[in-house]
Nanobody
C-alpha cells in the first residue's frame, strides 16, 4: 500500500490553469494505477482521470477531456493533473487514489488508497 499526499490546490480564475501533484510514499508506486477524483460537498465523488502503471494509457471523464492531462513520474513517485481552461464547475476537492488491478477506472469503490485531498476553487 502507498500513502498519498496531494498538493497544488488553490484559487484560480476561470480560463486559468493549475497543476495538482500527488506524492506517493513507498517503492512500489509503479505497481499501481493512479486516478484523480473530485468531490463537491453534498455530491458523490466523481472520476476525473486515470493513468496506467507505466503511463502508457490514460482515461478521462467527458467533462474534462481536452482540458485536463494526467501524467506520472515513477522515478519521483509522483503523479500530476494539469488542468487548463478551468471552469467554475471544476471547483471541488480533488483526490488522488490508487489500485493495483485494472477493473473499471471510473469506479471509486475499486480504489483502496486515497490522499487527503486538495481544494480547487475556480472563480468566474
Amino acid at each position: 500500500q502507498v500513502q498519498l499526499v496531494e498538493s497544488g490546490g488553490g484559487l484560480v480564475q476561470a480560463g486559468g490553469s493549475r497543476r495538482l501533484s500527488c506524492a506517493a510514499s513507498g517503492r512500489t508506486f509503479s505497481r499501481y494505477i493512479l486516478a484523480w477524483f473530485r468531490q463537491v460537498p453534498g455530491k458523490e465523488r466523481e472520476f476525473v482521470a486515470a493513468i496506467s502503471w507505466s503511463g502508457e494509457y490514460t482515461y478521462y471523464a467527458d467533462s474534462v477531456k481536452g482540458r485536463f492531462t494526467v501524467s506520472r513520474d515513477n522515478a519521483k513517485n509522483t503523479a500530476y493533473l494539469q488542468m487548463n481552461s478551468l471552469k467554475p464547475e471544476d471547483t471541488a476537492d480533488y483526490y488522488c487514489a490508487t489500485k493495483s488491478t485494472l477493473g473499471t477506472m471510473q469506479d471509486r469503490n475499486q480504489y483502496d488508497g486515497w490522499g487527503q485531498g486538495t481544494q480547487v476553487t475556480v472563480s468566474s
